[in-house]
């Protein structure tokens, strides 16, 4: 009888281990799409984030999954709070080193991130600053980013954003590509030194200069009779130099270079090329993402663009491995691989 106790006791822990099992590994999903919103205070370098990771498919009843995801790097990156779709709060590690979050999800279509990043505005000059919106790893099928900046600035974007539109006292950024931006922003406030000239009865009102008529003296804003907007270009140019430099610094002299992509075949360009063999060479297995970039020697921008052309095509599909992106050839790049292949063996012979 006591055999027979201790076998169902066993049976018992062996049926529950299994379950907890099931529990935490039966689960597989993707991230589908990342949206954020993000508010940033250029004068105090403090941003406020908030990144919802959509889940294709949903996890459902009491299935789990180990979800990473990209957040916007900087110097400094506060948790705030990490929620489901039924806003409760998940668990959660954050690697502050990679800007990445491990998120153990269940039961949820999307999970939301709250954050605080700092250490991404620079001051380059007196009212000039560079924001940088780093978004290279956000490399899932769909992107979307509102980003507010707060105050009345001139806005230079580079590369070219989806929009920018001025708001009250605020500026308002639309970004849907993973690469890196880096935002150029004059404000609106800075005061010319007065010099006074002499005129007839007359009142002029254009941007960057306002002059107002005493009688017939003219207090004219303006630097030594310069025209103000060459001292703002002149500004904007310097402002781009420093912040170009201070990106190379930050990331470790590492390449810094924004190219587009051909708007025509993608097969003519060269880089693509060398993806679809290197993603073939690789076989089922398929190829990091990051390993694309070692193996080209193009920047991560440079990839990333490319991948996700290849994606929209149907060439290649991006599969979530952890922390990494793992690059498969569909069969149409497959088909396209074999062709590649044979023209660049014909080339060697």
Request: glycine residues 8%; aromatic residues 6%.
């Amino acid at each position: 009888m006591k055999m027979q106790s201790r076998a169902i006791i066993a049976l018992s822990l062996v049926v529950i281990s299994l379950s907890m099992a099931s529990l935490c590994f039966a689960a597989s999903t993707n991230i589908s799409r990342i949206s954020f919103t993000m508010n940033i205070d250029p004068v105090t370098d403090v941003s406020y984030v908030v990144e919802t990771i959509t889940l294709n498919p949903p996890l459902t009843g009491p299935l789990m999954a180990n979800i990473t995801t990209p957040l916007i790097p900087g110097k400094n990156i506060t948790i705030v709070s990490v929620k489901s779709s039924a806003n409760e709060e998940l668990p959660y590690t954050f690697d502050q080193k990679h800007s990445v979050l491990d998120v153990l999800a269940y039961n949820t279509s999307y999970i939301t991130i709250e954050y605080v990043v700092s250490g991404i505005s620079d001051e380059v000059s007196i009212g000039v600053y560079a924001v940088t919106i780093d978004l290279e790893n956000f490399t899932a099928p769909s992107l979307s980013g509102t980003v507010t900046i707060f105050g009345k600035y001139r806005v230079f974007v580079a590369p070219n954003p989806e929009s920018v539109e001025n708001g009250t006292n605020c500026v308002i950024i639309k970004l849907d590509q993973p690469m890196m931006y880096v935002v150029t922003l004059v404000s609106q406030q800075i005061v010319y030194p007065t010099q006074t000239t002499s005129s007839p009865g007359l009142t002029v009102v254009s941007p960057g200069k306002t002059s107002t008529t005493y009688g017939n003296n003219v207090a004219q804003q303006g630097a030594g009779g310069m025209n103000p907007w060459s001292i703002i270009i002149g500004l904007l140019i310097t402002a781009l130099g420093i912040a170009v430099v201070a990106l190379y610094v930050r990331r470790g002299g590492g390449k810094i270079e924004i190219e587009t992509m051909p708007s025509g075949d993608i097969l003519s360009d060269d880089t693509v090329k060398h993806i679809i063999l290197l993603v073939g060479d690789a076989g089922e297995k398929g190829i990091k993402q990051s390993r694309l970039v070692t193996l080209t020697g193009r920047p991560k921008s440079t990839i990333s663009r490319r991948v996700k052309r290849l994606m929209e095509e149907g060439i290649v599909e991006i599969i979530r491995a952890g922390k990494y992106n793992i690059i498969k050839l569909t069969d149409k790049g497959r088909e396209i691989y074999e062709q590649l292949k044979r023209e660049y063996e014909e080339k060697q012979q």
